[in-house]
């Protein structure tokens, strides 16, 4: 992370990575080794700021609510052409057409977090293919990372 400007890190991202402690090393340390050592990082300077998570849940609502709503509807909608006599309406379908809509459902909760902006002053677009691009590209590298330390 050295090697990174200040602009390429989150707001609410540590500046350094804590290392774990080396199994093979003495538990107590000498009072100066102690004395070096960094204060701990508190929970205000780690966590998501009121304005990113205010915007990751308006777009977890939208993405998450449209097709959870359009799930919901499908029973209302299947219900009223089985009852209105229309055509008959195959129980596998009106399971399948809802559960896929739920299923977009969970999708869009995962886009919703993904895709807003984790920058406090930039507000991000619309459907923020491009914050979500950004935030995926960041989540895959801190995946490899933790991977190679491990």
Same mark, same amino acid.
């Given at each position: 992370m050295s090697s990174e400007s200040p602009r390429d890190r989150l707001p609410f991202e540590p500046a350094k990575n804590r290392k774990k402690p080396d199994k093979n090393s003495p538990t107590t340390a000498p009072a100066a080794e102690k004395a070096d050592k960094k204060?701990? +990082? =508190?929970r205000d300077e780690t966590a998501i700021p009121?304005? +990113? =998570?205010?915007?990751?849940?308006?777009?977890?609502a939208l993405f998450c609510g449209i097709p959870?709503?359009?799930g919901m509807f499908t029973f209302v909608v299947s219900y009223w052409i089985v009852t209105?006599?229309?055509f008959e309406l195959p129980n596998v379908a009106v399971v399948l057409v809802s559960m896929g809509f739920f299923g977009l459902g969970v999708l869009g909760l995962t886009y919703g977090v993904i895709s807003a902006s984790w920058d406090e002053e930039i507000p991000g677009s619309k459907l923020g293919w491009s914050e979500f691009t950004t935030n995926f590209g960041r989540m895959t590298e801190a995946w490899r990372s933790a991977r190679k330390k491990t």
């Open positions: 204060r701990p +990082v =508190s009121e304005v +990113v =998570s205010k915007r990751m849940a308006t777009r977890m959870s709503f359009l209105n006599k229309l």
